[in-house]
Every structure is written in structure tokens, then in C-alpha cells.
């Protein structure tokens, strides 16, 4: 069974950096789009980048120049370099990943919290 386990968040303060990273377990396929969602309170769950196994990016504008999407294949991880965080990237923030173009994996989310 595909486990997908986030690591890395917590607080920081505004303009401050972190680094999720999420590693897939229990799997012995390669996975074609991995990336992150985010869900802040109160708020729909929302894109903020994927990563292709071939390494093309799509990230939400509202990241664009700050976070950095990154994958290992040969370890199955995904990692999201965020910078000069903002109070309103606050959120719960998912890994994902795709197999075979229709199944999705999802990890338990972590928290991130940027203070102002």
C-alpha cells in the first residue's frame, strides 16, 4: 500500500523560510505528477505547485518566485522549498502524487504557520 509522508513544516515568522518534504513508501511504481495542496481554515483545499516526472513545474501565482518544487525519482520524494513565507501561506499542506495518470495518493498534511 502507497504511503505518502510529509515532513517539515511549523511556525515561522513573516519572510522566513521552509522546507516540506514527503517520501513515498510501500511502492515499487514511479509516479507521474507529485506536487502540493494547501488548505488554510475555512477555505477550499488549492494548488500550489506539481512537478512532472520529467521535471516541468506549474505553480499557483500566488507562490510564483517564492516557492521551489523539486522531486527525486529515483526516491520517490517531492520537496517544496518555500520563501519569504506571508501569513496568508498558513495552510495545511498536502503531498500528492499520481500513478499511472488515475490513481492519487495523498499524505496526512502538515502544518505550516507563518506569524506576522
Known amino acids: 500500500q502507497v504511503q505518502l509522508v510529509e515532513s517539515g513544516g511549523g511556525l515561522v515568522q513573516a519572510g522566513g523560510s521552509l522546507r516540506l518534504s514527503c517520501a513515498a513508501s510501500?511502492?515499487?511504481?514511479?509516479?507521474?505528477?507529485m506536487g502540493w495542496y494547501r488548505q488554510a481554515p475555512g477555505k477550499q483545499r488549492e494548488l500550489v505547485a506539481t512537478i512532472s516526472s520529467g521535471g516541468a513545474t506549474n505553480s499557483a501565482d500566488s507562490v510564483k518566485g517564492r516557492f521551489t518544487i523539486s522531486r527525486d525519482n529515483a526516491k520517490n520524494t517531492v520537496a517544496l522549498q518555500m520563501t519569504s513565507l506571508k501569513p496568508e501561506d498558513t495552510a495545511v499542506y498536502y503531498c500528492?502524487?499520481?500513478?499511472?495518470?488515475?490513481?492519487?495518493?495523498w499524505g496526512q498534511g502538515t502544518q505550516v504557520t507563518v506569524s506576522s
Open positions: 500528492y502524487a499520481v500513478r499511472d495518470f488515475r490513481y492519487s495518493y
Open positions: 510501500g511502492s515499487t511504481f514511479s509516479f507521474n505528477n
